[in-house]
């Protein structure tokens, strides 16, 4: 083990958990990469069939003493949360997969125009999905197959966002992990009480080199832009 984080609360730890444990359902033998400095803690995964990397940012109880980077199991770092403690353990470092060694950069990132709104981001997943299990009844039985339907997977997360480059793989990503849910924030006084009330998604894309980057409340989904130049190095390490 290579030591102990504390979170700034439960349900910092809950959030990463969830995150976690959604990584592990699509890949048992999920790996993510960890970075801490100052009061935060950046989380990138890749769950495989996206070909995107998700980020999810912690927030720490108190900045880090010394700088972490390191690449660990993420069954067993998800193992390792308490979240009424607020804390979990270091696994031991693994042998980083290669997406692990190229990340998004540092800075530099500038926001584009055109982005739509958390639901109907939603309902473009939802109109994919629905489209996807259409084409694939519709298959004659002989080409019902794993690469025709990779075929139709590909035309459909291929297409790009409203009138924006980002490729629907990204927003069902963020999607499937968690990042498009609603934020409840506000509270309202109702007949039985205080209840909290939804506040507006704010949502963003942004770019910086060959990079985009889908970022949320919850997390961020980057990707590689088409025919663009890979960027190097990390994202800041800072709550989104």
């Known amino acids: ?15 990463l958990a969830a995150f976690l444990g959604r990584l592990v359902h699509y890949d048992r033998a999920a790996a993510v990469r960890l970075q801490a400095g100052g009061g935060a803690l950046a989380v990138f995964g890749r769950p495989p069939s996206f ?41 031991a470092a693994v042998t980083g997969p290669p997406w692990a060694g190229v990340l998004p950069p540092r800075g530099g990132w500038r926001q584009l125009p055109g982005m739509p709104g958390p639901e109907a981001m939603r309902a473009a997943v939802a109109e994919a999905v629905a489209e996807f299990r259409a084409r694939d009844e519709a298959l004659p039985p002989q080409h019902r197959t794993r690469s025709e339907r990779d075929r139709i997977g590909r035309d459909i997360w291929s297409r790009t966002l409203g ?9 069902h990503a963020a999607q499937s992990l968690g990042f498009l849910r609603p934020v409840r924030s506000a509270v309202a006084a109702g007949p039985a009480g205080p209840a909290p009330a939804a506040a507006p998604d704010p949502v963003a894309l942004l770019a910086a080199g060959g990079w985009l980057r889908l970022r949320t409340p919850y997390g961020s989904i980057a990707l590689r832009r088409p025919g663009g130049a890979a960027g190097l190095g990390a994202l800041q390490v800072r709550p989104v």
């Open 163 to 171: 009138d924006t480059e980002l490729p629907l793989r990204a927003v």
């Open 1 to 15: 083990m290579t030591g102990q984080l504390r979170f700034a609360d439960s349900g910092e730890a809950a959030d």
């Open 51 to 91: 070909d995107v990397l998700a980020i999810r940012t912690v927030r720490l109880a108190a900045p880090v003493g010394t700088p972490l980077d390191v690449t660990v199991s993420a069954g067993e770092l998800l193992e390792s949360v308490d979240e009424g403690a607020a804390a979990a353990v270091v696994p």
